[in-house]
């Protein structure tokens, strides 16, 4: 199960924290990630990490200002998003896998998804 919190509405240049809580199916062995949607638009990767924290991957647009952590102890992702922009809203989705794979964009679970609104 996956359980993403913290979006909201904020203008741009401000700053938001997303967590996901990531339980059961092996989640917190491998790689996480957080993704978004605009409607009308596919789904865009956003950012990614590893087991362990060790590596990151981050989407163009976000690097430098989208930094993406977890907690194994307590089961959670998170995405802190500083400088934001206009073209940042989305629903944004954290995103588990229950097993390795080569391709760290690729990912089986999907949360609910929580709102970010950037006003200009």
């Known amino acids: 199960q996956l359980q993403a919190s913290g979006g909201g509405l904020v203008q741009a240049g401000g700053s938001l924290r997303l967590s996901c809580a990531a339980s059961?199916?092996?989640?917190?062995?491998?790689?996480l990630g957080w993704f978004r949607q605009v409607p009308g638009k596919e789904r865009e990767f956003v950012a990614a990490i590893n087991w362990n924290g060790g590596r990151t991957w981050y989407q163009d647009s976000v690097k430098g200002r989208f930094t993406i952590s977890r907690d194994n102890a307590r089961n959670m992702v998170y995405l802190q998003m500083n400088s934001l922009k206009p073209e940042d809203t989305a629903v944004y989705y954290c995103?588990?896998?229950?097993?390795?794979?080569?391709?760290?964009?690729?990912?089986?679970?999907w949360g609910q998804g929580t709102l970010v609104t950037v006003s200009s």
């Open positions: 059961g199916r092996n989640f917190m062995a491998n790689t």
């Open positions: 995103a588990a896998r229950s097993k390795s794979y080569d391709d760290y964009r690729t990912f089986e679970y």
